[in-house]
């Protein structure tokens, strides 16, 4: 037991105190996500979703991400996906306007951004909320209140407020706990889903609706596809870089070979969980108000989650935001001049040719490890088209779900790995390729 790495997790204070916060702040967030708003029959919601034949595949899409908040009509509802979009629209913003992006640069600019995000996050809360509000009305006897005015006012004060309190308790998780607070409370809502997800199999399996051998062949290639995620995960091209060596003082600096560490999906998740969130804004909007409105209908539609142009858009975007996050996070430029400024240089390039080296280097890699993932992504949509699986245990099998799984539990092994490292413990594997440990 003295070498047993869980252990030795709680043996470091810190580590213990942070597992434990992040944990109790999972648990407040669970039972937000139960917690009904004003103004909401529980059981007339339940009779509702049970009386569909076939379910609805937004509400089953969004409920995924949430943890059940969005058929539950909780104040946890719309989870982070508000501020999320809004993220997006401010990146882009910075790109876009040169103002911004040097108000951006000056000191304090990043809180300035910051708070300007959080500002617009209300405001698609709002808009999110309002249209909630529409849908839950569209539902006999889900709305108690005799006020139609004052059930939406209530329900977007209370929603907006609940998406808002989501976003504390993930920066706090974040400040305070193991890190990536936003992607744990998405990852705490897709792991909530799960025994659900597992019993609709199982009684689909004893009811004769789904071949046994047909969940073997899938559980096999769910197997397959999380050791491929893995693999693409940490997979990386190293770029080599030399120092020449240079005398300061009575010292002597340089002279040493190095490599800049690229990996094949430089940002992780980032692009999925965008491309998800910015398809469920006009997704969202358009359910909600589609039965009153005949084009939000047909918009409904036509961008269903199960639907093929839904899928094509979301590898779409996927690749573009692959490219955009890359760009921000990893700029070509402010490498390659560092790399001139340290004395530095890549064997085989000239030293004016290193940003566009870089810039090609990025490129190629970033391509296949974008496609890598828009290809899971729609792997739902092509298991249920073959096997006929539920949607739920359909997006188990791959798609946004699992690439969001496998990318935070890696990254949270390697905060615990440097954590440990740093208390001079061995990690949490003996074996394999967890960053920390090959830093």
Same mark, same amino acid.
């Given at each position: 037991?003295?070498?047993?790495?869980?252990?030795?997790?709680?043996?470091? &204070?810190?580590?213990?105190?942070?597992?434990?916060?992040?944990? $109790?702040?999972?648990?407040?967030?669970?039972?937000?996500? $139960?917690?009904?708003?004003?103004? =909401?029959?529980?059981?007339?919601?339940?009779? #509702?979703?049970?009386?569909?034949?076939? !379910?609805?595949?937004?509400?089953?899409?969004?409920?995924?991400?949430?943890?059940? +908040?969005?058929?539950?009509?909780?104040?946890?509802?719309?989870? $982070?996906?508000?501020?999320?979009?809004?993220?997006?629209?401010?990146?882009?913003?910075? /790109?876009?306007?040169?103002?911004?992006?040097?108000? +951006?640069?000056?000191?304090?600019?990043?809180? &300035?951004?910051?708070?300007?995000?959080?500002?617009?996050?209300?405001?698609?809360?709002?808009?999110?909320?309002?249209?909630?509000?529409?849908?839950?009305?569209?539902?006999?006897?889900?709305?108690?209140?005799?006020?139609?005015?004052?059930?939406?006012? @209530?329900?977007?004060?209370?929603?907006?407020?609940?998406?808002?309190?989501?976003?504390?308790? !993930?920066?706090?998780? %974040?400040?305070?706990?193991?890190?990536?607070?936003?992607?744990?409370?998405?990852?705490?809502?897709?792991?909530?889903?799960?025994?659900?997800?597992?019993?609709?199999?199982?009684?689909?399996?004893?009811?004769? %609706?789904?071949?046994?051998?047909?969940? =073997?062949?899938?559980?096999?290639?769910?197997?397959?596809?999380? /050791?491929?995620?893995?693999?693409?995960?940490?997979?990386?091209?190293? =770029?080599?870089?030399? #120092?020449?060596?240079?005398?300061?003082?009575?010292?002597?600096?340089?002279?040493?070979?190095?490599?800049?560490?690229?990996? /094949?999906?430089?940002?992780?998740?980032?692009?999925?969980?965008?491309?998800?969130?910015?398809?469920?804004?006009?997704?969202?909007?358009?359910?909600?108000?589609?039965?009153?409105?005949?084009?939000?209908?047909?918009?409904?539609?036509?961008?269903?989650?199960?639907?093929?142009?839904?899928?094509?858009?979301?590898?779409?975007?996927?690749?573009?935001?692959?490219?955009?996050?890359?760009?921000?996070?990893?700029?070509?430029?402010?490498?390659?001049?560092? @790399?001139?400024?340290?004395?530095?240089?890549?064997?085989?390039?000239?030293?004016?040719?290193?940003?566009? #080296?870089?810039?090609?280097?990025?490129?190629?890699?970033?391509?296949?490890?974008?496609?890598?993932?828009?290809? @899971?992504?729609?792997?739902?949509?092509?298991?249920?088209?073959?096997?006929?699986?539920?949607?739920?245990?359909?997006?188990?099998?791959? !798609?946004?779900?699992?690439?969001?799984?496998?990318?935070?539990?890696?990254?949270?092994?390697?905060? /615990?790995?440097?954590?440990?490292?740093?208390?001079?413990?061995?990690?949490?594997?003996? &074996?394999?390729?967890?960053?920390?440990?090959?830093?």
């Amino acid at each position: 037991m003295a070498n047993n790495p869980i252990v030795n997790m709680f043996k470091v &204070k810190e580590l213990r105190e942070r597992v434990f916060f992040t944990l $109790v702040v999972l648990a407040v967030f669970r039972l937000g996500s $139960v917690l009904t708003i004003p103004g =909401i029959n529980p059981q007339a919601l339940t009779a #509702y979703f049970d009386s569909l034949t076939r !379910g609805n595949a937004f509400v089953d899409y969004m409920d995924f991400f949430a943890g059940g +908040a969005f058929s539950n009509f909780s104040v946890f509802m719309l989870g $982070v996906m508000p501020y999320i979009s809004t993220q997006i629209i401010m990146q882009l913003a910075l /790109i876009i306007f040169p103002s911004l992006k040097r108000i +951006a640069r000056e000191d304090g600019g990043q809180k &300035k951004v910051q708070a300007w995000t959080r500002v617009g996050t209300v405001v698609v809360c709002l808009i999110q909320s309002l249209a909630v509000t529409v849908y839950a009305t569209s539902i006999p006897g889900a709305v108690v209140l005799s006020s139609s005015l004052a059930f939406k006012f @209530i329900a977007m004060i209370s929603v907006t407020t609940g998406t808002m309190i989501t976003i504390w308790l !993930g920066e706090q998780i %974040t400040a305070r706990g193991i890190g990536n607070g936003i992607s744990m409370l998405i990852f705490a809502g897709i792991v909530a889903r799960l025994p659900s997800a597992v019993w609709e199999l199982g009684s689909a399996v004893v009811d004769g %609706t789904i071949n046994p051998v047909f969940v =073997i062949v899938v559980f096999t290639m769910f197997i397959g596809i999380i /050791i491929l995620v893995v693999f693409e995960q940490q997979g990386q091209r190293k =770029i080599p870089v030399h #120092y020449a060596k240079r005398v300061v003082g009575r010292k002597m600096y340089g002279g040493q070979s190095t490599y800049i560490p690229f990996k /094949i999906n430089p940002s992780g998740v980032i692009p999925v969980i965008f491309a998800s969130s910015f398809l469920q804004f006009p997704l969202q909007i358009a359910t909600s108000l589609g039965p009153d409105v005949r084009w939000l209908n047909r918009l409904a539609a036509f961008l269903s989650p199960t639907g093929w142009w839904y899928n094509i858009f979301l590898v779409l975007l996927i690749v573009f935001f692959a490219y955009f996050y890359t760009q921000v996070q990893f700029n070509p430029a402010e490498i390659a001049k560092n @790399i001139r400024e340290n004395g530095g240089s890549i064997p085989g390039i000239r030293t004016d040719k290193t940003e566009e #080296y870089l810039q090609k280097v990025l490129n190629r890699i970033v391509l296949p490890g974008s496609l890598y993932l828009a290809v @899971i992504a729609v792997l739902p949509t092509i298991i249920q088209g073959l096997f006929g699986l539920p949607q739920s245990i359909a997006m188990l099998m791959g !798609g946004t779900s699992l690439l969001i799984i496998v990318g935070v539990d890696l990254d949270t092994m390697s905060q /615990i790995e440097a954590l440990l490292k740093m208390h001079h413990h061995d990690g949490l594997v003996k &074996k394999g390729k967890i960053r920390s440990r090959n830093l």
